[in-house]
């Protein structure tokens, strides 16, 4: 094991903070980035009806034309009803509009083009998920990212689901439908490339429920778990908020959490999806002022597991007394430090992992220490998944917020400690571009924050917000967004959009409730 550790900011006040025996300076101007680390060794357009030639459609020029969606649906409608003719003639056309929507990205900016996917138990119903696919085809979209583990449940048949979350379709009656695998079978035969989004350290309500997995759940100072954390009543809803008393965070040190996980992506990759992306690789974001982390009790290193870890990093008994005393109390004073050294008069000098402690307060060390802790955690808990995604021949990516990762005040971090810019650099990197300002303008600098860490051999697939042809919720349209994300970054061929639920609204809503219109 190496014995170096290093925790930095790049915040002019704090500049980098080698805490082994040297000090480092490098620390980019262009941009603010946490970057804490511990060393541990670790042209063409698709066709309109039939076989015949769309018109021109610059703001997105691979998305087929009225007519010949209302025919294609027609088909599909006619064939769940039956009629061999219409199925044959629906399939011959499906295949069609693979080929030229092949073609078509090939030829047209972006290359690539994908949309985020939600399934519910309503797509086991016949010609549902067809429909949903066709769609997405008809869009312009060659790529989606289906959702696979969500919301502590997963997206495998309920026959055939050796993990520890409930399967997505329940019903007996439906117990062999394996919709993962259909989604991926069906979207190949329509040219679309089939990622599995997961979440990655958000394990979801029905784990944190399970009394055999007290000691996977992350927890901070207080001994709490992210299910005791509530929303400050009139706190408005935001996706990053959304976990607060309805999700699970594990400790990413814990031996359950880490097999548990692996044995879901086993089973994820038996279906060979085309890439797998992992969301939620952070801790939760806090309401209110706990959204800036500035106390070690604050952080959720207090499982069992990230604290023995934690503490086995010191190396001599004082550097460990001392320790626990700080998790414990979340500070020292002169009196713990004289007490402590009194338990160990052989220790002339507390010794971490690192070989000497660098000219800085104690206590300041300390606050380096459990926060690059923290973050090591998810870089661990994210590589090692990647790792074994990477063995099946299929590419991983990570999903991220732009702005997670940063230093805020003082000593303060943002409670998320997404490390991105020490993600490894041969998975995808997937930004959510989703800054809201009215214009593009908050955009355009989260995508150049990106870039500015992205590696030349990292693939960056900017994830935006929005719909087509109109502003939504202050933020323009997609069209707009994409044109701007072009600028700045003319380099990057691939977009994706969040998500069928906002392009889609109708679908969305009646596929929720099986209020589903039947041919």
Known sequence: MVALFSACSSTASRLVTHLGNTVSAGVSARVSSMAITLSLGLGQVLMSSGMAQAQFRPSN?????????????????????????????????????????????????????ALWLRLYPCDAQPGVLDEVLDRIVSRGYNEIYVEVFYDGQVLLPLNDNGTVWPSVVRSPDLGDRDLL???IRKGHERGLKVYAWVFTMNFGYSYGQRPDRFNAVARNGANESTLNRTRPEGTTYDRELHSYASQTFIDPYSPQARRD???????????????????????????????????????????????????DRSRNGLARGLLERYLQQGYLNNGDVQQIRQAHPDDEEPRWQAV?????????????????????????????????????NIPSGAVFFPNGNQPVGEQGFDSRLQPW??????????????????????????????????????????????????????????????????????GVDSISHFAYSWQFPESDRERKTCNIRRP
Request: aromatic residues 8%.
């Open 61 to 113: 020029p691979c998305r087929l034309p009225t007519e010949a969606i209302v025919e294609k649906e027609n088909l599909r409608q006619a064939a769940f009803q039956g009629d061999g003719e219409a199925e044959a003639e629906y399939r011959r056309l499906i295949q069609y509009h693979a080929t030229e929507l092949e073609t078509c990205r090939r030829e047209n900016w972006p290359q690539n083009l």
């Open 181 to 183: 695998a259909e989604v």
């Open 261 to 311: 996980y692996e044995w879901l992506l086993h089973a994820i990759l038996q279906r060979q999806p085309d890439g797998v992306l992992f969301d939620y690789v952070r801790y939760p974001r806090l309401p209110g002022g706990d959204s800036v982390a500035t106390n070690v009790r604050q952080l959720w290193i207090h499982g069992e597991a990230s604290r023995n870890v934690l503490l």
């Open 356 to 392: 000497s402690r660098p000219a800085i307060s104690l206590q300041q060390y300390l606050w380096n220490l459990t926060v690059a802790h923290a973050v090591q955690g998810i870089l661990d808990f994210v590589h090692r998944s990647a790792d074994q995604v990477s063995r099946n």
């Open 421 to 490: 810019d020490r993600f490894s650099s041969s998975m995808e990197w997937h930004p959510m571009i989703y800054g809201v300002c009215g214009d593009t303008s908050c955009l355009t600098d989260q995508m150049e924050r990106v870039m500015a860490f992205a590696s030349d051999e990292t693939r960056v697939v900017p994830a935006l917000a929005g719909v087509w042809g109109q502003p939504m919720t202050n933020r323009p349209s997609l069209e707009t967004q994409m044109s701007a994300i072009r600028q700045v970054a003319p």
